[in-house]
C-alpha cells in the first residue's frame, strides 16, 4: 500500500457521474429478471430478504497497489477461504490505482464487469451506492454488523436512488488523521514544531509563516483544495449539507467564506506551488525531496517518507491535526469492502468479504510492520498491539498517536459524490487565482452543488 493511494482514500480525484435514471436495486422485468445498476443479476441479489445459496464459484476480487508489499498476506487470506469453502475460487485483481481508477471502476460497473469483491472509498460508494451497483449487505445479512465498532459501521451506510441510507460496504481498515512535517523547515520559519496548532486556521497562519520564510524555494503545503474538502469543514464543525443530504449549507457558514479567503492568500503568498493547483498529486515526492514543509495527514505516509528518503525522514516528526471545533481527532474516511449487486456468484462474494474484514484477518493486517493502519473491529481494537505503542522514531510515533486518538475519534464524515466535490473545488479554485471574490465562490459553488444534488448527482 503506496503512501499516494492511501491519501488518495481520504479524497476521490476524479469527477464520477452516473445517471440515477433507470438504475437502482429494485425490481425485475416483465421476463422475471431482477436488475441492479441496469445490468440483470439474480433476484436474490436485490430487494428484501437475506441472501441464500450455496457458497460454491468463481469470484474476482479487486484491490489497489496491495500485491507488491502485502501479496503473501492476501495470498494466504484467499488460500484459507478457499479452504474452508471447498469449491471456491478467489481471483485476485491488483488495480494501479493510477488517476482513472474511479472512472475505469465506474466503466466496469456500467458494463456490468464490475468485481464481485471489490476495495472502494467514501466517495466511489456514494455514487456506486446511488447507482444500484453495490450489494445492500445490511439487508442481506442483518448480523453483518456485529465485528465492527458501532461508530465505523455507522460510517459504511450510503444513500440509494430514492435517498434511504444502506449499508453496502463493510469497513475494513481507518488509517487515522496526524500532522507530517520537516522539522528543519518549521524552524527555518520560527514555526515550533512541538507545539501543532489547534486549529485549522492557526495552521494555514503557519503556512503563511513558511511561505515569507521560504521566499519560493520550497513551500508549505499543497495547492488542490480537493485534498481538504469536506475534511477541513468537518474538522471545523461547518455543516456541509442539510440534515437530508438533499441540499448544500456550507454556504451559509461565514466560516466558509473565510476559509476560501485564507486558501487564497495562501497561494497568492507562495505558500504553495503554483503549479498544483489543478494537479491530483499528493506531497509525497516533493515533501521527500525536501520542497514541502508539511506531508500527507495519512500516517503512511511517514513510511513512505523513510523508505524514499532517509535523510528527509531524519527531519521528519509527526503531531496533532487540529482538533478544532470539531473537539477530537476525525478517524479519517475508512477504506471499505464492497459487494457488487452484479455478481453472479454473490453467495461467495459476501462470504469472502465478511471473512476479509473479520477480526482476526484485520488484526493480522495492521499489526504488519510495513503498514500504520487500524482496524475497524471492536476485538481488533482492543489488541495490546494498538493499546499499548511504543517506539520514538516518527513511524511508532505514527502508530501511538494515531492509536491513542481512535479511542475517541470521530467517525461523522460528510460523503460528496465526486460530481458534487468537483463542482465546489472548481469554484474555490477561481477564488485562489483571483478570478472571483472568496463570498462570490462560496455563493456559487453551493448553488452548483445544489443543482447537482437535485439531479441526483
Known amino acids: 500500500m503506496r503512501a499516494k493511494r492511501l491519501t488518495r482514500t481520504l479524497t476521490c480525484i476524479a469527477v464520477l457521474s452516473l445517471a440515477a435514471t433507470g438504475c437502482g436495486l429494485g425490481g425485475g422485468s416483465d421476463s422475471g429478471d431482477a436488475t441492479a445498476g441496469g445490468c440483470k443479476v439474480d433476484k436474490g441479489n436485490v430487494g428484501s430478504g437475506k441472501l441464500t445459496g450455496d457458497v460454491k464459484g468463481t469470484i474476482t476480487f479487486q484491490t489497489t497497489n496491495l500485491k507488491k508489499d502485502f501479496g503473501d498476506f492476501f495470498n494466504g487470506v484467499i488460500a484459507d477461504f478457499q479452504k474452508a469453502h471447498p469449491g471456491t475460487k478467489v481471483k485476485w485483481i491488483d488495480d494501479p490505482g493510477d488517476n482513472t481508477f ?180 499528493d506531497p509525497s515526492t516533493l515533501y521527500s525531496q525536501g520542497k514541502v514543509a ?59 468479504a465478511e471473512f476479509l474484514t473479520n477480526a482476526e484477518n484485520q488484526t493480522a493486517w495492521c499489526k504488519d510492520p510495513a503498514v500504520v493502519i487500524f482496524p475497524t473491529t471492536t476485538e481488533s481494537l482492543s489488541d495490546p498491539f494498538f493499546q499499548n505503542a511504543t517506539g520514538s522514531d516518527p513511524f511508532s510515533q505514527a502508530r501511538k498517536l494515531v492509536a491513542d486518538q481512535l479511542k475517541t475519534a470521530s467517525t461523522n464524515q460528510t460523503n460528496l459524490s465526486p460530481a458534487v466535490q468537483n463542482a465546489i473545488v472548481s469554484q474555490v479554485q477561481l477564488a485562489m487565482q483571483g478570478k472571483k471574490s472568496p463570498a462570490d465562490a462560496v455563493k456559487d459553488a453551493q448553488e452548483k452543488a445544489n443543482e447537482l444534488l437535485k439531479q441526483g448527482s
Open 102 to 281: 474511479t472512472s475505469r471502476t465506474v466503466a466496469d460497473a456500467q458494463a456490468c464487469t464490475m468485481a464481485d469483491v471489490i476495495n472502494v472509498n467514501a466517495p466511489t460508494a456514494t455514487a456506486l451506492t446511488k447507482a444500484g451497483y453495490l450489494l445492500d449487505i445490511g439487508t442481506k445479512d442483518p448480523d453483518a454488523a456485529k465485528p465492527f465498532v458501532p461508530s465505523f459501521w455507522k460510517t459504511s451506510t450510503f444513500a440509494n436512488a430514492s435517498g434511504t441510507a444502506i449499508h453496502t460496504t463493510l469497513p475494513w481498515y481507518t488509517g487515522g488523521v496526524l500532522l507530517t512535517y520537516n522539522k528543519d523547515l518549521l524552524e527555518k520559519a520560527g514555526v515550533d514544531p512541538a507545539k501543532p496548532p489547534t486549529s485549522i486556521f492557526g495552521l494555514f497562519a503557519d503556512y503563511e509563516k513558511v511561505a515569507k520564510a521560504a521566499d519560493g524555494k520550497y513551500f508549505a503545503t499543497m495547492a488542490n483544495p480537493i485534498w481538504r474538502i469536506p475534511a477541513d469543514f468537518d474538522q471545523m464543525g461547518i455543516k456541509v449539507l442539510s440534515g437530508d443530504g438533499k441540499s448544500a449549507v456550507f454556504g451559509d457558514d461565514p466560516r466558509t467564506t473565510q476559509w476560501v479567503a485564507w486558501m487564497a492568500k495562501l497561494y497568492k503568498e507562495g505558500a504553495m506551488p503554483k503549479d498544483s493547483l489543478s494537479s491530483s498529486n
Open 294 to 352: 508539511y506531508g500527507s495527514t495519512n500516517p503512511s505516509f511517514v513510511r513512505f517518507v523513510k523508505q524514499n528518503s532517509p535523510s528527509v525522514y531524519a527531519k521528519t516528526a509527526v503531531g496533532q491535526q487540529p482538533y478544532d471545533a470539531l473537539g477530537v481527532a476525525s478517524a479519517g474516511a475508512p477504506q471499505y469492502i464492497s459487494v457488487a449487486a452484479t455478481s453472479k456468484h454473490a453467495p461467495v462474494a459476501l462470504s469472502f
